[in-house]
C-alpha cells in the first residue's frame, strides 16, 4: 500500500492544526491548574459532551469491536452496550451532584466524602493507581491499536509507530491542558466520524464484498448479524448478555463508564459552567456513544469476515507483522488498505485523531490526579500555581513513556479490555452508593479496591483455569462486593461533623435525613431522575437498533423502533425542565 502525496499532506494538516491549537491556548492554560485541568469551569455542554465522545473513540475503539465480533457476532457488544445504564444514571442522577461538589479532581471528592487519615490514604493511593497504573494500562491498549495500524498501513515498526504517534499528542496536551484537549477534540471527532462512516460504504462496494445485499447474504456473515446472543445457548447468553445487564453495568468500574461518574467523565462535568450544562453534556455523550458510532464498525467488521476469513489469512497478507501481534482487532486495520487515495489519507487521520483524542485526555486526567491528589496535597501542600502546572507538563510525558513501554506487552484488545473489567468488579456499587448512604465509609473503598485487585491477578495471572472464563467476572464481583460490606459493618462510620459537612456541601437526594440540617431544602426527585435514566436507555437503544435494522434491510421493525425512539424523546423534552 502506498500513501499519495494527498494523503500525506492531509495527514500533516491535521497535526498542525492539533499542534497549534495547543500552542494558542497554552498561555491561558498556564495560568493555574484549575484552567490546566478544568479549563476554568466555563465548558459550554456541547463542547463537553463532544470530547467525551471523542475520548471513547479511540484507535483501541474499533479494533476491539471488529474482535468481539468475529468472534462473538454482533450480540457481542453488549458488553459494552450494558455500559448505557450507568452512563444514563450518571446523566440524571450524579452530574449535578459532582458540579455541586466543586472539586477540582474527583479524587478530591473523597476528603469530602470522608474524614480523618483513612480518607486521606485513600486519596492519594488512588491518585497514584488510577492515575499512574491503571492509567497507563488503559493508554497501553489504545498504543497497541496504534502499533497495529502503523504496522498494517504504513509499515512501520512498533517502536516509530509510537513515537511519531506521541509526539505531537504530548506536545498540545502538554501546552494547553484541558481547554487545548476540548477543542482538539472537536474537530477531531467530526473529522473520524467522516473518515469511518466514508470507509464503511467504500469497503461495502469491494468485488470480495459485492455490496451490502451480498454481505449480509453470505453464509458466515449471516450468523454473525443478531441482536441479541442466541437464547438457546447459555454458554453465549449469560456471559454475553445476561451478566452484562444484571451485573456488569453497577457492579464494575470502567473507564468512561463508571457507575457514578468518575475519571474523566467527571472532569469533564466539573468544568461545566453549572448544572445543567454537566447534566446536558453527559446525555450528549452517552446518545452519541451508544447510538451513533457503532455501525460503521460493525459493517467494517463483517466485510473483514469475508476478505480476511481467518487469522491466517491475515498472517498471510502482512507477513511483516508480528505473529505475536495477530488477532482478530488486526482485521479493522487490515480492511482500510483496501481504501483508494485520499480517503486513505482521511482516514488514517481520522485514527489518529481518535488516538490523540483519547490519549491527551487521560493524560491530562492522570496528571490531574498526580498533582492535585499526591503532589499538592502530600508532597508540597504550599506550591505555587506555576509551579504546579509545570509538574502536569513533566507528568504529562511520563504518563505518555510508561504507557508506550507497556503497550508492547499487550496482543489484543479485547484481552486489554477483559483485564480491565476484571480489576474493576465489585467496586461499582460503592460509587453508586456513597452518594445515598450514610454508612459507606474510606475502609468501604480501600478494601473493595485491594478485593478486587487481587482477585483479578489470581483469576488473570496465577490461576486463569481455576474458574470458567464466562464466569470470572461474576466471580470477582461476588467475592470483593461481600467483602466491602463486611468491612463497612465491621468497621466504624464516618464522624457526625464528616457527614453533616457531606450533606451541607452537595445535598444528595435522599439518605441523609439524620444529617441535613432544619433549614435545607432537597434538591431534586429520584425517581423522577430514575424515569429520566429508563427514557434515557429506551431512546438510546431504540435508536441503535432501529439502525441496525434499516441496514438489515427490515424496514418494519426500524420504523416501529425508530416511533419508539422518537416518542420517548418527546416525554424526555417535556420532563426535561423538571429535572
Known amino acids: 500500500m502506498q500513501l499519495t502525496t494527498l494523503d500525506w499532506s492531509i495527514i500533516a494538516a491535521f497535526f498542525i492544526i492539533s499542534l497549534v491549537i495547543g500552542i494558542v491556548v497554552s498561555r491561558k492554560a498556564g495560568s493555574s491548574s484549575a484552567e490546566f485541568f478544568l479549563s476554568g469551569r466555563n465548558m459550554p455542554w456541547w463542547l463537553l459532551g463532544i470530547s467525551m465522545v471523542a475520548t471513547t473513540f479511540s484507535a ?33 442522577v450524579y452530574s449535578k451532584l459532582w458540579r455541586r461538589s466543586g472539586v477540582l479532581t474527583d479524587l478530591e471528592f473523597y476528603e469530602i466524602r470522608y474524614g480523618g487519615k483513612s480518607a486521606a490514604f485513600l486519596r492519594g493511593f488512588r491518585a497514584l493507581y488510577l492515575g499512574v497504573f491503571f492509567n497507563v494500562m488503559i493508554m497501553a491498549t489504545v498504543c497497541l491499536a496504534a502499533i497495529k495500524i502503523g504496522g498494517v498501513m504504513l509499515g512501520l515498526s512498533e517502536y516509530e509507530t509510537l513515537l511519531i504517534a506521541s509526539v505531537v499528542t504530548v506536545l498540545y496536551s502538554s501546552l494547553g491542558g484541558l481547554r ?58 449469560i456471559p454475553l448478555l445476561i451478566i452484562p445487564l444484571a451485573v456488569q453495568w453497577w457492579s464494575v468500574w470502567y473507564p468512561g463508564a463508571e457507575p457514578g461518574g468518575g475519571g474523566y467523565i467527571a472532569q469533564r462535568m466539573l468544568a461545566a459552567k453549572d448544572e445543567q450544562n454537566a447534566m446536558g453534556a453527559t446525555l450528549l455523550f452517552n446518545i452519541s456513544h451508544y447510538a451513533l458510532r457503532p455501525w460503521p464498525w460493525i459493517i467494517i467488521a463483517l466485510c473483514s469476515v469475508i476478505v480476511f476469513p481467518n487469522l491466517d489469512s491475515i498472517q498471510a497478507a502482512f507477513p511483516h507483522i508480528d505473529a505475536a501481534m495477530i488477532n482478530d482487532d488486526l482485521a479493522y486495520p487490515a480492511m482500510l488498505t483496501f481504501l483508494p487515495a485520499g480517503l486513505l489519507g482521511l482516514v488514517i487521520a481520522s485514527l489518529v485523531a481518535a488516538f490523540m483524542s483519547t490519549i491527551s485526555t487521560h493524560l491530562n486526567w492522570g496528571s490531574s490526579y498526580v498533582v492535585n491528589d499526591f503532589y499538592q496535597r502530600f508532597v508540597k501542600p504550599d506550591a505555587t500555581e506555576k509551579e504546579l502546572v509545570m509538574v502536569g507538563r513533566v507528568s504529562t510525558v511520563l504518563l505518555m513513556l510508561f504507557a508506550a513501554m507497556f503497550a508492547l506487552a499487550l496482543s489484543n484488545a479485547l484481552q486489554a479490555f477483559g483485564i480491565l473489567l476484571q480489576i474493576g468488579a465489585g467496586t461499582g456499587l460503592i460509587f453508586i452508593l456513597r452518594w445515598f448512604w450514610w454508612r459507606i465509609n474510606a475502609w468501604t473503598e480501600i478494601s473493595g479496591m485491594v478485593i478486587s485487585f487481587i482477585v483479578a491477578i489470581v483469576l488473570e495471572v496465577i490461576a486463569p483455569e481455576l474458574v470458567p472464563s464466562n464466569y470470572k467476572l461474576l466471580v470477582g464481583v461476588g467475592i470483593a462486593t461481600m467483602g466491602w460490606l463486611t468491612v463497612t459493618f465491621l468497621t466504624q462510620p464516618e464522624t457526625e461533623d464528616t457527614l453533616r459537612g457531606f450533606a451541607k456541601h452537595v445535598n444528595p437526594t435522599i439518605g441523609w435525613k439524620n444529617y441535613r440540617s432544619a433549614d435545607t431544602a432537597v434538591i431534586g426527585n429520584l425517581p423522577l431522575q430514575i424515569l429520566g435514566m429508563f427514557l434515557g436507555c429506551v431512546v438510546v437503544y431504540t435508536a441503535l437498533f432501529a439502525t441496525g435494522s434499516f441496514v438489515y434491510g427490515n424496514t418494519t421493525l426500524a420504523v416501529i423502533l425508530t416511533a419508539v425512539s422518537v416518542t420517548s424523546i418527546g416525554a424526555l423534552v417535556s420532563l426535561w425542565k423538571r429535572f
Open 60 to 92: 483501541d475503539t474499533p479494533n476491539l469491536v471488529t474482535d468481539i465480533v468475529r468472534k462473538n457476532g454482533v450480540s457481542g457488544n453488549w458488553v459494552w452496550w450494558a455500559f448505557l445504564l450507568t452512563g444514563m444514571l450518571t446523566v440524571f
Open 180 to 237: 487545548g484537549v476540548l477543542i482538539t477534540d472537536f474537530f477531531q471527532f467530526i473529522l473520524a466520524m467522516v473518515g469511518t462512516i466514508w470507509a464503511a460504504n467504500v469497503l461495502l462496494d469491494l468485488p470480495q464484498v459485492g455490496g451490502l445485499q451480498n454481505l449480509l447474504a453470505n453464509q458466515e456473515v449471516a450468523k454473525l448479524t443478531n441482536f441479541l446472543p442466541d437464547f438457546s445457548d447459555t454458554e453465549s447468553l
